[in-house]
């Protein structure tokens, strides 16, 4: 293979015009109704009544009353619960998944979806409050606690923390699973840790439609979150000031939230990819850590290591004659971190840690092998293959150990008993789907209710792929082009509700209130997603051997998909943003039809409105696909590329 006819990725400079898109749509969409907020915050007066500028007078007010900091603390309080479950279930039941083998990982995964498919905090809210209704018996009946002002905070936390238990292990589980495969696993546990937990408190400052339906939303001293005063301040007393600058606070929080999770994350190195077939590093025999000079006497060699005099398949040392991996390099193949524009030179040596003999880089396929399969005798690193060309240790076709009969019991287990708790804690929600209901919605209503969301969905998940694409494998700042993200990191868990105050006054000034414009959410560009993506492109430009078409691009669109499924399902069950913009009953949402029937009009609506069956069964095919298909085959690590780690899983 010469030079001439490897993969030439595009330059770093069309990085740049990929991440234009992000930028602009993290202008317009959120950096702009930031800076709006802040300035409504300062000024006093409401639609009726002529604004002024008060300076610091609103914040004196919630400050100095303490309001606002009993709504934090109690914000805070509902997640209490959940962040346990999350630290600590998820990582366990992750754990026993991983030890179990494949097909119990992989149905693992695929009973773990229902939950966050299923999941809509209005039919939560409203299979709950069927508690209150005289003759009701079981978990149901927490709900009484509701009534009485005093009992109405703990009432709500136990509420909280029972129907969200089944989603947030989900979600957890299917954040840890990925660090278990990619090596250097304590580390990479230890940050993934620190992002859910930080997402989990995130969460909670922006509750909403949970307390708001339980609770009125706006107790203040009881059951009030800042979310609910936002609102109350807001949109029921006509104070647009004393919103934002509830808003306002609530931002600056999840500001520095999002700052301190991109910094971990950034400065972890953390990387994701696709690991090829379905070995994990925790199916693989433990072996001692490589020591080179004990193997050179031994006459062995590290996978993909060469020992003085001899050398790794399909790589030459400089100097030498004879075809070689490093030609490319010579020729100008750039690629991922480590190369001149942050590349990592195609064929270019590294050391290996420990030792100064340097190794082919271990995202390098081999000398024949397809961009990223570690070549057919599984000469890179990452393939496990010795040089010898036969598979060892845990690559494709090793004779690596299994999951032991123990283990595979452990983790069936294990499953069986969190779909059990979780079968329990939601069954208010399973009983409330057979009740009778005062409505049970029209077409108009999914048609406003989904539409709108496939469209945000596509939008801000689009934009934030090509950013990915820029930032992650084309490395315009060479290997500190993840420091790229800290720009958008501010918004990294601010949702809608921030910056609804700001969202609302410009629908109204563009006229576009009560318009089915106005349904779609307004943020341009998904952080998480951009985030997310940006960590697999970059893992995925590693291993791709220069070939971004084939190696990143074509990989890395799965992802974008499930991110828009993911983001759809987000979308349809706020209630908050369809809330502000629609008041035409023509245009109401499922959420905000139950919120409508269950708060002004005294009736029982539909606890299935907001999850109908079409869209359950597509969402729970498409998102089985994408756990049995691509999912299970994640893997995530912190730290460069073949530390920390003896068994990480084989590349893509």
Known sequence: MTSDSLPRPPSPALGWVLLMPAGL???ISLLLPTVQTIRLSLESGGS??????????????????GEVWAALGF???????????ALVAGPLLAVALDRAGTWPRRAGLVVLSLAPVVFSPTAVAVSWLYGLRPGESGLVTLATALRDPATAPSGLRLIVAAATFGVVCALAVMAFLPALRGGAVTRSMIVVGVVVALATLAAGLQTFTLSALLTGGARPGGAQTLAGMQYAHAFVQGRPGMGAAVATLTGIVLGVLGLVAAVVVVAAGVRLWVAQGDESGSEEAYEPAYEPVKAAAAGQTAPGQTVPGQTAPGWTAPGQGGASQAGPAAGGHEFGPGAPRGGVAYGAAMPVPGTEQPVPYEAHPGATGAPGSGGPTGGGLAGGGAAGGGPVGGGPGSGG??????GRAAGIAALVAYAAVALVLTWPWLAALTRPSSSPGGLAVHVNTWAPAVIGAVVSVGVAY????????LRPLGRRSEWLLLPFAPWLFVGVGPLGVAGWTDMRNLGLIDTFVALVPPVLVSVPCLFLLTLLCRGL??????DFAGGVVRPSLPMAGILVLVVTLLNGQDLLWPLL??????????????????????GWPSAGLSTPLPVVLVALLAAGAAQ?????RLALRAGAPGSGSRNPAPAA
């Open 25 to 27: 749509g993290m202008l």
């Open 48 to 65: 009726l009544t002529p604004r002024k500028y008060v300076g610091l007078d609103n914040y004196a007010q919630l400050t100095g009353a």
């Open 75 to 85: 914000s805070l309080s509902l997640v209490l619960m959940p962040l346990l479950v």
């Open 401 to 406: 150990r299994g999951a032991s009969v123990a």
């Open 466 to 473: 090509l950013g990915a694409l820029g930032i992650g494998a």
């Open 541 to 546: 430009a590693e291993r791709s051997g220069g």
């Open 581 to 602: 913009v629609a008041h035409d009953p023509g245009l109401t949402t499922a959420p905000v039809t139950q919120f409508l029937q269950l708060r002004q009009y005294g």
């Open 628 to 632: 049995v298909l691509y999912l299970h």
